[in-house]
């Protein structure tokens, strides 16, 4: 297990499903104090209790470690100012950012070519994947700047760098969000705040996968270097890579986990 991450605070939004419900949980096994950030309230509550009762801990420890779980809407900057403040109030502090929520599976998106995108449709993912991104941001930072010290994460996709037919609006949205990446980086690296990208290849992430989308994820394996189905865990090293103080120097990157699909 990396070191190096107990008790700092991260905040992982759209933790309660997928990708950000593993993240939550190895961030709670390295010891740190988790946030898990959500449009699904009862979906946060439910992984905080299953996180917490996974936790090896003893009693005390286990209270120490329950993870926080609220309700938020990134694409509402309101609610972001009050994510933030309630991680600080009951913590303290926030060290790290992972901005995971997006329009994907949980909230679902169309997957066809342009023409069947409706126009409401690519408004509301752009509210999610990239407002919302904007947002948190922003909402973190005046702590991180105080605290002279702070991580971002940001979520893009394996779809950008292979230009894959469909969903051209959440293609977008993960293209922008490493320009996002890359220009933040600048803008507060002198507070000594990181800001990196993660982008996973095509997951398999669904909690209960219908076999049409089973065989989605297996499109995926023969152009792998490494061929099977890419799971949740897969990407989770990478994660807890970037939040901790192994990647101290590293800013405005972006790392491919996708098994072996594209090389940057």
């Given at each position: 297990?990396?070191?190096?991450?107990?008790e700092?605070?991260?905040?992982?939004?759209?933790?309660?499903?997928?990708?950000?419900?593993?993240y939550?949980?190895?961030?709670?096994?390295?010891g740190?104090?988790?946030?898990?950030?959500?449009?699904?309230?009862?979906?946060?509550?439910?992984?905080?209790?299953?996180?917490?009762?996974?936790?090896?801990?003893?009693?005390?420890?286990?209270?120490?470690?329950?993870?926080?779980?609220?309700?938020?809407?990134?694409?509402?900057?309101?609610a972001?100012?009050?994510?933030?403040?309630?991680?600080?109030?009951?913590f303290?502090?926030?060290?790290?950012?992972?901005?995971?929520?997006?329009?994907?599976?949980v909230?679902?998106?169309?997957?066809?070519?342009?023409?069947?995108?409706?126009?409401?449709?690519?408004?509301?993912?752009m509210?999610?994947?990239?407002?919302?991104l904007?947002f948190?941001?922003?909402?973190?930072?005046?702590?991180?700047?105080?605290?002279?010290?702070?991580?971002?994460?940001?979520?893009?996709?394996?779809?950008?760098?292979?230009?894959?037919?469909?969903?051209?609006?959440y293609?977008?949205?993960?293209?922008?969000?490493?320009?996002?990446?890359?220009?933040l980086?600048?803008?507060?690296?002198?507070d000594n705040?990181?800001?990196n990208c993660?982008?996973?290849?095509n997951?398999?992430?669904?909690?209960?996968?219908?076999?049409q989308?089973?065989?989605?994820?297996?499109?995926?394996?023969?152009?792998?270097?490494?061929k099977?189905?890419?799971?949740?865990?897969?990407v989770?090293?990478?994660?807890?890579?970037?939040?901790?103080p192994?990647?101290?120097f590293i800013?405005g990157?972006?790392?491919?986990?996708?098994?072996?699909?594209?090389?940057?």
């Open positions: 297990m990396i070191k190096g991450l107990t700092k605070v991260v905040i992982v939004t759209g933790g309660a499903h997928g990708i950000g419900k593993a939550c949980l190895a961030f709670t096994k390295a740190a104090q988790v946030v898990i950030a959500d449009i699904d309230k009862l979906g946060a509550e439910s992984a905080a209790s299953e996180i917490s009762k996974a936790n090896s801990g003893d009693g005390e420890m286990k209270s120490l470690l329950s993870p926080l779980a609220l309700y938020v809407d990134v694409s509402n900057e309101t972001t100012k009050e994510m933030t403040a309630r991680a600080v109030d009951r303290g502090r926030i060290d790290v950012l992972i901005n995971n929520a997006a329009v994907f599976s909230v679902p998106m169309n997957r066809g070519r342009i023409e069947t995108i409706d126009p409401d449709e690519w408004d509301r993912l509210a999610v994947n990239l407002r919302g904007f948190c941001c922003r909402a973190v930072l005046p702590t991180m700047r105080r605290q002279k010290s702070g991580k971002i994460i940001n979520i893009a996709s394996g779809t950008v760098f292979a230009g894959a037919p469909g969903r051209i609006h293609v977008t949205s993960k293209a922008a969000t490493i320009g996002f990446t890359r220009t980086a600048r803008e507060v690296g002198d705040i990181t800001v993660l982008a996973p290849g997951t398999l992430s669904e909690e209960n996968p219908t076999e989308m089973i065989k989605f994820r297996e499109s995926s394996v023969g152009l792998r270097s490494i099977r189905i890419q799971l949740p865990q897969d989770v090293g990478a994660m807890l890579f970037l939040a901790s192994l990647s101290d800013t990157q972006t790392i491919n986990v996708d098994g072996g699909i594209s090389f940057l």
